[in-house]
């Protein structure tokens, strides 16, 4: 079946750091995928999105690429601030009548002045 | 308001007991998600909705987890018999429409306590 793999946090940076929280997945056809934020309190929320591969998903300074030979889609951000410290899932949604989200088990990131 | 609703957001309630969770989902959405958030599983899907019908129920845990639809708005998902297991937030979500290219808005989640 379909999976997410991301890597396991948590993840502590002093701010303007570089940021990569790797993702990794496994599905058939051509998914869509996704980057969701939670901040501390709050909802999940779509912070970036890709539908075909070697599409860049861009949002609040962050980015990633889908990469269908790899299997991956990392987060990248050029310069945390301490306002990013939430946790990041990456998830994916198969093509076809089955729309649900597949969600990695989440990385919490920390960004410490 | 204009997003995701779930009520209520807290839920204390004993072994054994049945709880309703409800959902609102944006106006106009037709496809409405549950997912469960818990420590050891992280976010788990559990059943998916396309008006009042339910065309993937593949992530309900167990026959003590049901969930309806009416009138193609609000949901309610019901958990039987409750165990200490079921303790998570449960989230609902909600799309335009099911295509893999629409956006699934998420409500704040009912943080479900069984003790």
């Known amino acids: 079946g379909d999976s997410v793999t991301q890597m396991e946090g948590p993840v502590t940076l002093s701010e303007e750091a ?15 995928l996704f980057w ?3 901040y ?14 070697d599409d860049k998903g ?24 301490v306002s990013d410290s939430a946790v990041y899932f990456c998830a994916l949604r198969r093509t076809g009548t089955a729309s649900k989200l597949t969600f990695g088990t989440g990385t919490r990131l920390q960004v410490t002045l | 308001g ?3 609703s779930q009520s209520p957001s807290n839920k204390v309630t004993e072994k054994g007991k049945d709880v309703e969770l409800r ?18 599983q992280g976010l788990e899907f559990l059943i998916y909705f396309q008006g009042n019908s339910a065309p993937d129920k593949s ?27 079921d303790s998570a937030v449960y989230l609902c ?21 069984v003790l």
């Not at chain 1, 940021?19 to 997945?25: F, G, R």
């Not at chain 2, 959902?23 to 050891?40: F, K, N």
């Not at chain 2, 979500?93 to 306590?113: C, H, I, K, V, Y």
């Open chain 1, 18 to 32: 570089f940021l990569t929280i790797n993702c990794t997945y496994t599905a058939t056809g051509y998914p869509s």
């Open chain 1, 36 to 38: 969701y934020v939670q």
């Open chain 1, 40 to 53: 501390p309190g709050e909802g999940l929320q779509l912070l970036l999105k890709a539908t075909k591969a």
């Open chain 1, 58 to 81: 861009s949002n609040k300074g962050f980015e990633a690429t889908y990469r269908k030979e790899t299997t991956s889609f990392h987060l990248e951000k050029g310069s945390v601030q």
């Open chain 2, 2 to 4: 204009a997003g995701v």
């Open chain 2, 23 to 40: 959902c609102d989902p944006i106006s106009g959405h037709t496809a409405l998600y549950w997912y469960r958030q818990s420590l050891g």
């Open chain 2, 59 to 85: 992530g309900l845990p167990s026959d003590r987890f049901s969930a309806e639809r009416t009138g193609g708005s609000v949901s309610t998902l019901t958990i039987q018999r409750t165990q200490q297991e």
């Open chain 2, 93 to 113: 979500a909600s799309s335009f429409s099911p295509d893999r290219s629409n956006e699934q808005f998420f409500g704040p989640g009912t943080r479900l306590t």
